[in-house]
Nanobody, 129 residues
Framework: QVQLVESGGGSVQAGGSLRLSCAHS????????MAWFRQPPGKEREGVAH???????NYADSVKGRFIISHDNAKNTLYLQMDSLKPEDSAMYFC???????????????????????WGQGTQVIVSS
């Protein structure tokens, strides 16, 4: 069965950086869509960044220019480099993978949680001011 395991969360001061990793197993489609989501305490889960096997990326407006999503095919690992962190970035971050690949999705479609079938357990990010 597909497993997604996140790591790399922690506590950091505003302006700092973190790199999240998501190691996945039993998920190696030729065409894939993977993403990072986050859920602040008491709020809805929101899409942060998406990448597919074509190298297409999409980002939430709130993280554009600060976060970079990437995937290492050899290591079966998804990454999220987060720079210039703000207190409002504090949340539980989840890695997600889709069992279908759709070419040419809009950012809204790519960051819709309903697209994704597989989820990790999450890693906590706390940004203090």
């Amino acid at each position: 069965q597909v497993q997604l395991v996140e790591s790399g969360g922690g506590s950091v001061q505003a302006g700092g950086s973190l790199r999240l990793s998501c190691a996945h197993s039993q998920y190696n489609p030729e065409r894939y869509s993977m993403a990072w989501f986050r859920q602040p305490p008491g709020k809805e889960r929101e899409g942060v960044a998406h990448i597919d096997s074509d190298g297409t990326t999409n980002y939430a407006d709130s993280v554009k220019g600060r976060f970079i999503i990437s995937h290492d095919n050899a290591k079966n690992t998804l990454y999220l480099q987060m720079d210039s962190l703000k207190p409002e970035d504090s949340a539980m971050y989840f890695c997600a993978a889709a069992s279908v690949w759709v070419k040419g999705m809009s950012a809204i479609q790519a960051l819709d949680a309903n697209l994704y079938n597989y989820w990790g357990q999450g890693t906590q990010v706390i940004v203090s001011s």
